[in-house]
């Protein structure tokens, strides 16, 4: 659960702090696991039980950008997220774990969120479970978590979405995340920490190398998608992907992903940014889709922190949209909101306050004091309603008295 990047930035050691988990909690962990915490996830609230599948992808045009000394290809891992038959879901076996127990062990590592044992917490999905019948196509999410964040940490949105008809596709940024596990008992752990610590690092081109690869990530996923021998994916769920209706979202950075991937890529039609902002550390750190602006439908989701709010309080997001025209864009603030509570800290922060393994201070300092159960519902619906009326033709987004619209 890395840190708000924008409060990064004003320390200048923005890629350090990616994966300082204890500056978001402010307290040590108990000893891993002793007392491990029973963290429970919100259901899915669509008509569609949910399947989910992982794959490994190897971009052999690329050189991972953080080893490339290693003459290595650029690996990714990828989770698929998708409406599932009934019947088929209800004869399978247990639900997905949150996490694979290697990356569930380092995951929260030093925090109180090492008193959690990942890989028992348990999603809503069932793995590889027959996809839903019907003649409707599913159009595609690809969802981009925020800098130092694993491909896991917004489930809950993501297994909401997937009941509601989206394929969502959650993306590892490889070397970003806190940790990947790969095939072959690997677990590659984020290279940011490290560089931060060091003196002779910009941590304006460390972002800016970050965000080079993130966006090249998703726009190598969407093409591994729409090559269904190279995917390797099922059949039924390769033929249910509707690839000409693709969205993007993400969190923190991986908001400005999407909204990169949106301005780089004809491909996706319509993106979400939860609470990232759109420009690097110093000055002339405008991105180039800040810069440029955007000219398919694009939703901006601000909180009540300092550094955010609505699209005129923030240098980055103003200037997009001054820059973008002839489509729809939209600005909502979560009122009473920090910039976490579009995460599962939102589920997961108040069940280890009420457990004792943190104060609530910091669930306030990290979510809000916006109602947690507010929070993820308004979101989920929010945002559902964003890519129903552009990826699907549907009507205006609804009212909610705790978002502030522009």
Do not use: C
């Not at 696991?33 to 963290?39: I, N, P």
């Not at 941590?203 to 269904?228: E, N």
């Not at 980055?316 to 002839?326: C, E, I, N, V």
């Not at 729809?328 to 004792?356: C, F, M």
């Amino acid at each position: 659960m890395p840190v708000n990047e924008r409060a990064l930035r004003r320390r200048a050691v923005v890629a350090a702090a990616a994966l300082a988990l204890t500056g978001l909690l402010g307290v040590r962990a108990p000893h891993a696991h002793a007392a491990a915490a029973d963290v429970q996830l919100p259901a899915p609230t669509g008509p569609y039980p949910v399947g989910t599948t992982t794959r490994h992808l190897v971009d052999t045009s690329r050189t991972d950008p953080w080893h490339p000394g290693r003459h290595a290809h650029r690996e990714v891992m990828v989770s698929l997220w998708y409406p599932a038959a009934r019947e088929g879901w209800r004869a399978g076996g247990p639900t997905a774990p949150y996490m694979q127990r290697r990356a569930a062990d380092h995951f929260g590592r030093g925090t109180p969120l090492g008193a959690v044992d990942w890989s028992a917490v348990r999603t809503h999905a069932r793995p590889d479970a027959p996809v839903a019948r019907g003649s409707r196509v599913r159009p595609v999410l690809l969802y981009s978590p925020g800098l130092g964040d694993p491909r896991t940490w917004n489930t809950s949105l993501v297994e909401d979405l997937a009941s509601r008809g989206y394929v969502v596709v959650t993306v590892d940024h490889t070397y970003d995340a806190s940790e990947v596990a790969l095939p072959g008992g690997r677990l590659a752990t984020s290279v940011l920490p490290a560089l931060a610590a060091r003196r002779d690092v910009d941590p304006a081109a460390v972002l800016r190398k970050a965000m080079r690869a993130r966006v090249d990530d998703l726009r190598f996923v969407l093409d591994r998608l729409g090559d269904r021998r190279a995917a390797r994916l099922p059949h039924a769920l390769a033929a249910a992907m509707d690839l000409r209706h693709v969205g993007a979202l993400g969190h923190s950075a991986g908001g400005f992903t999407a909204v990169q991937a949106l301005y780089e890529d004809r491909r996706v039609d319509a993106a979400v940014d939860l609470d990232g902002t759109l420009a690097f550390p110093g000055p002339g750190g405008l991105s180039a889709v800040a810069r440029a602006g955007v000219h398919r439908p694009l939703l901006l989701m601000g909180t009540d922190a300092a550094d955010s709010g609505p699209y005129d309080h923030q240098p980055s997001w103003l200037a997009l949209w001054r820059h973008s025209h002839g489509a729809w864009k939209g600005n909502a603030t979560l009122t009473g909101a920090e910039h976490g509570a579009y995460t599962d800290a939102t589920v997961v922060l108040p069940q280890l306050a009420r457990r004792g393994l943190i104060p609530w201070d910091t669930v306030r300092e990290a979510v809000g004091t916006v109602r947690p159960e507010r929070a993820v519902g308004v979101t989920r619906a929010y945002v559902a309603a964003f890519f129903d009326r552009f990826l699907r033709g549907g009507g205006p987004l609804p009212r909610f008295p705790e978002l502030r619209e522009r």
